[in-house]
C-alpha cells in the first residue's frame, strides 16, 4: 500500500521559511494571491528574420518556504529549480527574479539571506544568466494600518544590502535591477503601488519589467 503523503507546516519540518500566515491555514495556497502564474510568446522581428521567444512569470514569494513540498521536495524552490531543468522549451536563457517583501514582515535579515542564498544557489544550479530585481522601497503613507509597522525604507535598504552580499559570491549573476533608481529599466515603480507595496497590476507589470531589462542589457552587447 503507498503510503499518504501529508503537508507538514515549515516548524514540522524544522525550517524557518514560508509560508506565514495564509499558507499556513490553507496547505499548497500561498499567502499572497495578488498574481498567478502566466506564459507569455513574443515575435522580434527585423528585416531579415522573425524569432519567437518566451517569458514565463512564476510567483515566488520568498527565498525558502514549503508551499509546494511532496515526497521528492520539500521546497517550493527545489520544485520550482526542477521545473526549470525539466523545460519543454529547453534551457533558459535568463532568470529574473525577486524576493524580500513578503519575508521583510516575518523573518529577521539574516535569516532572509540565509534563505535567498538557499534559493540563489538553486537557481544557478540550472545554468541560466541570473538578474536580481532589488526589493522596491514601500509607499509608507499608502500602506493598510496593519502593515506601517512591519516596513521601512532603512530595512529594506537592509534587505537589499543583504541580497547584495548574497549576490556577489553566486554564479551566473549578471546584474541587479535598482528599483529605487530606475535608470536601467526607465521605469518609476512607486507610481505602480496601489497599496502601498503591492503593484496595481496584473503578472504582466512583471513580465514588463523583464522584458524591458533584458532590451536594455541586450542593447548593450
Not at 74 to 83: G, P
Not at 100 to 128: D, I, Q, W
Not at 168 to 177: D, L, Q
Amino acid at each position: 500500500m503507498r503510503s499518504k503523503f501529508e503537508w507538514r507546516s515549515p516548524k514540522q519540518l524544522g525550517l524557518d521559511a514560508g509560508p506565514y500566515t495564509h499558507g499556513l491555514r490553507e496547505p499548497y495556497c500561498p499567502d499572497c494571491s495578488t498574481c498567478d502564474p502566466e506564459l507569455y510568446e513574443f515575435t522580434h522581428r527585423n528585416t531579415s528574420v522573425s524569432e519567437v521567444f518566451s517569458a514565463e512569470y512564476f510567483p515566488l514569494l520568498f527565498g525558502k518556504d514549503v508551499t509546494l513540498q511532496s515526497k521528492q521536495y520539500r521546497t517550493t524552490q527545489e520544485h520550482l529549480v526542477q521545473y526549470l531543468k525539466a523545460s519543454e522549451y529547453g534551457p533558459q536563457d535568463y532568470i529574473v527574479f525577486n524576493v524580500g517583501l513578503h519575508e521583510m514582515s516575518h523573518t529577521p535579515v539574516n535569516n532572509y539571506a540565509r534563505n535567498f542564498k538557499f534559493l540563489t544557489e538553486l537557481l544557478s544550479s540550472v545554468g541560466s544568466k541570473m538578474i536580481f530585481v532589488s526589493t522596491p522601497h514601500t509607499n509608507l503613507a499608502a500602506l493598510p494600518a496593519a502593515y506601517t509597522k512591519m516596513y521601512s525604507i532603512e530595512l529594506t535598504d537592509q534587505y537589499n544590502a543583504a541580497a547584495a552580499e548574497v549576490l556577489a559570491k553566486t554564479r551566473h549573476v549578471i546584474g541587479t535591477v535598482d528599483t529605487d533608481v530606475n535608470s536601467l529599466v526607465g521605469m518609476e515603480f512607486p507610481r505602480y503601488f496601489k497599496d502601498g507595496h503591492h503593484f496595481n497590476t496584473n503578472s504582466s507589470f512583471y513580465i514588463s519589467v523583464v522584458m524591458q531589462t533584458l532590451y536594455v542589457i541586450c542593447s548593450a552587447g
